[in-house]
């Protein structure tokens, strides 16, 4: 999956003006991908997903203090999404190797049980995993994940490097 553009990036502007345009953006992919995601049969789209949380989460964890505590919060909740979408595309990935390796071996080869006792315990996996993406999914559009993160890349009470405009020596982003 590409990474949307992020349009009308100053380089001359306060840094923390212009990286808040990248967390919109990439919270805008990350949340683009509901309710398609909720298909169980939508590989490609979860997939695309988990990138979409690890783009997300990579520019939280790097400039979250400019943005206040929420950030870091939203780092973290993007991180478990990451995560548990991860669980999910491993058992996708896996599923077709040991369905591809059963179709190669004798249908009386030792080793079929086995492969197919391993393709359920995937299977199950799978669908545990999907039901606890969802629920996390859901527990952060209960909590306003999208909102509170956009009101804390856009409503900063500090200059960019986390602390408040007014206070001690300025940042070279802050006015003098």
């Avoid at 206040?68 to 991860?86: C, F, M, N, S, T």
């Avoid at 996996?125 to 999208?146: A, G, I, N, P, S």
């Amino acid at each position: 999956m590409k990474a949307r553009k992020v349009k009308g990036i100053d380089p001359d502007g306060r840094a923390a003006d212009e990286v808040a345009k990248i967390v919109a953006v990439r919270l805008d992919e990350l949340c683009a991908f509901m309710p398609t995601a909720r298909d169980p049969a939508a590989v490609h789209t979860l997939h695309d997903m988990r990138i979409a949380a690890k783009r997300l989460r990579y520019v939280l964890e790097l400039f979250a203090p400019a943005f206040g505590p929420y950030a870091g919060e939203a780092a973290r909740q993007a991180k478990k999404l990451q995560d548990v979408i991860g669980e999910i595309h491993d058992c996708d990935v896996t599923r077709p190797r040991i369905a591809a390796l059963r179709d190669e071996l004798p249908a009386d080869d030792p080793a079929q049980p086995g492969l197919q006792a391993l393709d359920g315990v995937l299977a199950q996996r799978r669908d545990e995993q999907f039901v606890r993406f969802l629920q996390r999914w859901d527990r952060l559009e209960d909590k306003h994940f999208r909102t509170r993160l956009t009101e804390a890349i856009t409503s900063r009470s500090h200059d960019g490097n986390g602390s408040p405009e007014h206070a001690g020596i300025p940042s070279e982003e802050s006015p003098a």
